[in-house]
């Protein structure tokens, strides 16, 4: 019996990062690039509601939605009631902005943006769930899905509370395959467990896998010259099992085009590449980095309420893969609502219950100076 997603190819085109000039969307460059990804047979498509403020909502219908007709793609959108929403009003509300932005008439996969963490009580105390289940029956959504970030274990919990989803997006990647914070693999298990296809994103983590440490990369070049970095890393993802689709942000034409160059006939991953891809893994964990666990120890009667464990996820970026924009990227996300670094008044409950030992103060001082300028 077939699964929700067995017949799209493997490739979705992620518009988090569309191709911009200055601080709109490059429309022009993200038309040729629609052009070939649907040229090459490739239908899936995927935004939402706070990309870009909205504009990434609005150039889908642009490039897409404008000039082609509705059966000939699939389009996926996100609502994230925890950004903003103070009403059921408000975040309802979210469902009908982006129809109108994307002029779509339905949405084929429609998302709860990003659950886990304290995000997800926005969904039930606005009663989305049952908002978003009557858009279903009336049409508006053909399959109604959640993207999620957070631990295996919450994800099984919000599955066990609602059966009905039909797919979930996760986060991931080689490098967060046995993440203790990330929890690929961890995650990957849990969909499957519950028979859920699984939508992938970050499958080359922000950039991060596109361009390895110089050895790292010069391992992927031996192993096959004419592969470019990046395509190590989608290939990895695109070979699990009950996937619907993996997002890759594509942010020019050439990435477009590498990307569709072994994409388009897609092979998984020999046992041989298998090895390879393990060799970086292992050599990335060897990497000098802050060796946090996620226990949340150190959080618990922090004065300063500091997130600790996710500013430390989002320096390990910066110390492993040296990609700074993306480090910074995510430790602004993380510590949207406060807890930054340059906060901590160096009481030391944290360092006391850290069962790593790490010199956790320091370690705050130092992501103050690079990730907080």
Not at 111 to 129: C, E, K, M, P
Not at 138 to 159: E, P
Not at 359 to 365: F, G, N, P, S
Request: net charge negative; proline share 4%.
């Amino acid at each position: 019996m077939a699964y929700l997603g067995e017949n799209i190819k493997k490739l979705g085109f992620g518009l988090m990062r569309p191709p911009m000039i200055g601080d709109e969307v490059d429309i022009e460059q993200l038309k040729q690039m629609v052009d070939l990804f649907l040229e090459k047979g490739f239908t899936y498509f995927d935004t939402a509601y706070g990309y870009l403020n909205g504009k990434s909502e609005e150039a889908i219908k642009a490039a897409l939605v404008d000039r082609y007709p509705r059966e000939s793609f699939l389009l996926a959108t996100k609502l994230p009631a925890w950004a903003g929403a103070k009403t059921a009003q408000e975040a309802q509300d979210m469902f009908w902005t982006s129809l109108k932005r994307t002029g779509t008439g339905y949405f084929d996969f429609y998302l709860l943006h990003n659950l886990g963490d304290n995000r997800t009580q926005a969904f039930d105390d606005f009663g989305i769930w049952d908002f978003l289940a009557l858009q279903k029956q009336k049409g508006l959504i053909r399959h109604l899905g959640f993207s999620f970030h957070d631990t295996a274990d919450v994800l099984d919990d919000v599955l066990i509370k609602h059966p009905e989803v039909e797919f979930v997006q996760l986060q991931i990647n080689y490098a967060d395959w046995q993440s203790p914070t990330i929890q690929s693999q961890k995650c990957y298990e849990v969909a499957r467990r519950h028979h859920k296809p699984v939508v992938i994103m970050e499958p080359v983590k922000g950039g991060s896998l596109a361009d390895l440490p110089g050895y790292l990369n010069a391992v992927l070049k031996e192993a096959n010259p004419n592969a470019s970095i990046a395509s190590w890393a989608i290939r990895y993802a695109a070979s699990l099992n009950g996937l619907v689709t993996v997002l890759s942000g594509m942010s020019t034409l050439e990435q477009m085009k590498d990307n569709l160059s072994y994409m388009q006939n897609f092979q998984p991953l020999s046992n041989d590449e298998k090895k390879i891809v393990e060799k970086v893994q292992q050599k990335l964990t060897s990497i000098p980095s802050i060796p946090c666990t996620s226990c949340q120890y150190c959080t618990k009667g922090c004065p300063q309420e500091i997130v600790i464990p996710k500013i430390f996820g989002a320096m390990n970026i910066h110390l492993i893969y040296n990609n700074l924009k993306e480090a910074k990227r995510k430790y602004m996300w993380e510590t949207r609502s406060g807890g930054v670094a340059s906060k901590c008044i160096e009481c030391g409950q944290c360092e006391a219950a850290c069962p790593q030992h790490i010199h956790i103060i320091d370690e705050l001082k130092k992501v103050s100076e690079i990730l907080e300028t």
